[in-house]
């Protein structure tokens, strides 16, 4: 049996972002949402990662979860010289003790209009 969560925070509108079966839960399409104010994205990878884990824990925090709970991240760059800035960012918040497994693909441009990464998560209860 799976069930769906589905958030109006998307930057890319209204998508199902959460999908539990068992014992896994699977978050795709975690990306930064847009100033409600500017209707934009901010610029900076920093800034945007910031949003990013934001929304990844109040996706998290839907199926009472938490970044523990966490065993893979598939992570989209439009510039892979980002994955620095995103690894350091990782370790910054949880040590270098706590590693999910990790995926990285540079891609030419993400559903989100000026989006430079994006998230899709597998964790597990």
Do not use: C
């Not at 989209?76 to 620095?84: K, M």
Request: glycine share 8%; no cysteine; charged share 15%.
């Amino acid at each position: 049996m799976t069930n769906a969560v589905s958030t109006g925070n998307s930057p890319h509108g209204l998508v199902t972002i959460a999908s539990a079966g068992s014992e896994l839960v699977f978050l795709s399409g975690i990306a930064p949402s847009t100033d409600p104010t500017t209707k934009g994205l901010p610029s900076g990878f920093d800034a945007q990662l910031s949003l990013t884990f934001s929304n990844l824990n109040n996706a998290l925090s839907e199926k009472n979860l938490t970044w523990g709970n966490v065993a893979k991240i598939l992570l989209y760059l439009t510039d892979i010289r980002d994955l620095a800035a995103f690894t350091d960012a990782l370790n910054t918040r949880f040590g270098e003790h706590w590693t999910p497994a990790l995926t990285v693909a540079e891609v030419d441009w993400l559903p989100a209009r000026g989006a430079r990464l994006q998230l899709d998560v597998i964790a597990a209860h």
